[in-house]
């Protein structure tokens, strides 16, 4: 089936640093979101990107959708701890009402 | 804002029990969607409804069935239960592509362990 390749699987980080992760595929998708998922609770969306090239920011965190609409990546500046958690990519072929295809998760960890 | 609404959150089954999940989308969304998470692993897509007709069909045994109802809520309904059913499941819901891009928005989950 669809594969979505996560990278890093975790990241040990110190408080103030600045962190990315990324995710790839082999197909084209439509839609990029990114979701966060702490332990026992549901994943929360953080950002959505519509547009390929798109680049989108919501406070410290800032998402691009790749121009090949293959690819798409997050990144965390000036970390805090209350950043700890599972970050998943999800692709989705249209803009709405179909599935999301998810990535394996990167999971981090901050360091006071 | 009113979220996803999930019910139970934890529920205990043994081997060849039934099981029925419930979910109350956000206010206004018409369209659901459920989710399988192992221990560990993302979520695996199951089915999905628009309007009450099934709109996606996922990875879901076929012993488990779905609906959606008139108010849009969603049961997921589960058969001759399976140690390895045991996960996380979660409802998403949404608003469909007629108002544009509208992202999924998941509820806390159901846990569902089988004994």
């Known amino acids: 089936g669809q594969q979505l390749n996560q990278s890093p699987q975790s990241m040990f980080i110190q408080e103030g640093e600045d962190v990315s992760m990324n995710c790839t595929s082999s197909?084209?998708?439509?839609?990029w979101l990114w979701y966060k998922q702490d332990p026992g609770e549901g994943p929360v969306l953080l950002i959505a990107?519509?547009?390929?090239?798109e680049l989108t920011s919501n406070g410290r965190l800032t998402a691009q959708f790749g121009t090949t609409r293959k690819d798409s990546f997050l990144n965390i500046s000036a970390s805090i701890p209350s950043d700890v958690g599972i970050y998943f990519c999800?692709?989705?072929?249209?803009?709405?009402?179909?599935?999301?295809?998810f990535g394996e998760g990167t999971q981090l960890t901050v360091n006071p | 804002a009113a979220g996803v609404i999930q019910s139970p959150r934890h529920l205990i089954k043994e081997k060849r029990e039934t099981a029925t999940l419930k979910c109350y989308p956000i206010?206004?969304?018409?369209?659901v969607y459920w989710y399988q998470q192992g221990p560990g692993q993302d979520p695996q897509f199951l089915i999905s409804?628009?309007?009450?007709?099934?709109?996606d069909k996922g990875s879901i045994p076929d012993r488990f069935s779905a609906q959606q109802f008139s108010d849009y809520h969603s049961e997921l309904n589960m058969s001759s239960l399976e140690l390895g059913d045991s996960a996380l499941y979660f409802c998403?819901?949404?608003?469909?592509?007629?108002?544009?891009?509208?992202?999924?928005?998941f509820g806390d989950g159901t846990r569902l362990s089988i004994l």
């Open positions: 206010p206004r969304h018409d369209t």
């Open positions: 999800a692709g989705q072929r249209e803009t709405s009402g179909s599935r999301l295809t």
């Open positions: 998403a819901s949404s608003l469909s592509r007629k108002y544009g891009n509208q992202p999924q928005h």
């Open positions: 409804f628009y309007e009450k007709m099934q709109s």
């Open positions: 197909s084209i998708f439509n839609t």
């Open positions: 990107l519509y547009k390929a090239g």
